[in-house]
């Protein structure tokens, strides 16, 4: 079955590094992808990962992925007050149409 | 911005109603899936749409359904509204990629249904 599941809470002070986690049971997943949603929106796309790789980094964010663990994590380097938000993984299948499958979130909170 | 938009914004609809959701993808984007976002929790696919077509759906019941236009386009249908339909629906559309698992999906910002 597909299941993803994610800390619910975060607080970081601002400049240091937030890392959150995420692990997922489908072992058929292709990508992996982190969201973030700010209080009122929809969601925005951060990265994503590819199931064959196990390091991914796009400026201040660095996904980690442990396939044989099915963890995975966003490091976010020199966390800003506008880091604020709700990070959610998510993980897709092939075939069948790209459903995703969203963990249930997690409000990072970063303090001055 | 993605190039997506939902309308209503917000709804408030009474129990047995029924109502229905826009969303408008970006121009090429021929796949379009809805999503419910319940307070505090992560979103739930409901189904998605590929040409016009119904390709792939989530754990919710036929009292759900959808429809996608030409124009990239697409409506989500609800019948005989519950409580537990109060959430946050959002739309996203995509190119799929090959197999449909390379395609990214651009979110809409979601229209908030309250039901009473």
């Known amino acids: 079955g597909e299941d993803v599941e994610q800390s619910l809470f975060l607080s970081v002070r601002e400049g240091d590094s937030s890392v959150i986690n995420c692990t997922y049971t489908?072992?058929?997943?292709?990508?992996l992808y982190w969201y973030k949603q700010e209080p009122g929106a929809g969601l925005q796309l951060l990265t994503y990962?590819?199931?064959?790789?196990d390091m991914k980094q796009d400026q201040r964010l660095t996904v980690l992925l442990n396939k044989k663990d099915k963890h995975l994590s966003l490091r976010i380097a020199d966390t800003q007050t506008g880091d604020s938000a709700i990070y959610f993984c998510?993980?897709?299948?092939?075939?069948?149409?790209?459903?995703?499958?969203f963990g249930t979130g997690t409000q990072l909170k970063v303090e001055l | 911005e993605t190039g997506v938009t939902q309308s209503p914004t917000h709804l408030i609809k009474t129990r047995g109603q029924q109502v229905t959701l826009r969303c408008s993808s970006q121009?090429?984007?021929?796949?379009v899936s809805w999503y419910q976002q319940a307070l505090g929790q992560g979103p739930q696919f409901i189904f998605q749409?590929?040409?016009?077509?119904?390709?792939g759906r989530g754990n919710f019941p036929p009292r759900f359904s959808g429809l996608q236009f030409p124009n990239y386009s697409s409506e989500l249908n609800v019948n005989a509204l519950e409580l537990d339909d109060s959430a946050l629906y959002l739309c996203?559309?995509?190119?799929?990629?090959?197999?449909?698992?390379?395609?990214?999906?651009?979110f809409g910002p979601g229209t908030r249904l309250t039901v009473l």
């Open positions: 996203a559309s995509s190119v799929p990629g090959q197999y449909f698992s390379t395609d990214t999906q651009y």
């Open positions: 489908d072992s058929s997943s292709t990508y």
């Open positions: 990962i590819f199931s064959n790789m």
């Open positions: 998510a993980e897709s299948t092939s075939g069948g149409g790209n459903k995703l499958t």
């Open positions: 121009s090429g984007h021929n796949t």
């Open positions: 749409y590929y040409r016009e077509e119904e390709n």
